[in-house]
């Protein structure tokens, strides 16, 4: 077995917790600047979450209010990394390379339909 070691990572401690930090916000630069989705998606989550505070709902509907926004955002991310990592590969067409980012976008079909059907639920239980 290989002990491969990334040369991209702190081995512990703060150096660590900063290098993941800094490697996040990194993400989330490029995330912004080169993908129209989690723009798209961003911007629902900057209406709906103030949104869910607005709302005369409990505290717990409230906080699954706001998660399921943010699981659409964490998929969305996701999904991103699966595209570039295949595109990465190669640019040819190509069955499982399709498959995967096909499954990709279904996974985020799934988390804007749980926000859908989420605050469907929640808000029909209040008068608004």
């Given at each position: ?42 911007l629902i989550n900057l209406i709906l979450i103030p949104l869910s505070f607005w709302i005369s709902v409990s505290p717990a ?68």
């Open positions: 077995m290989s002990s491969y070691r990334s040369p991209y990572k702190g081995t512990s401690g703060i150096l660590r917790i900063l290098n993941a930090a800094r490697y996040s916000l990194a993400g989330f630069k490029t995330a912004f600047q080169n993908e129209a989705a989690f723009r798209q998606i961003l509907e409230q906080a699954l209010m706001v998660a399921v926004c943010l699981l659409a955002l964490i998929i969305e991310l996701i999904n991103s990394a699966i595209e570039a990592v295949v595109d990465r590969i190669s640019m040819e067409r190509h069955e499982l390379s399709k498959n995967a980012k096909d499954m990709g976008s279904a996974a985020q079909f799934v988390a804007l339909s749980l926000i859908t059907v989420t605050w469907g639920i929640i808000l029909a239980g209040h008068s608004i």
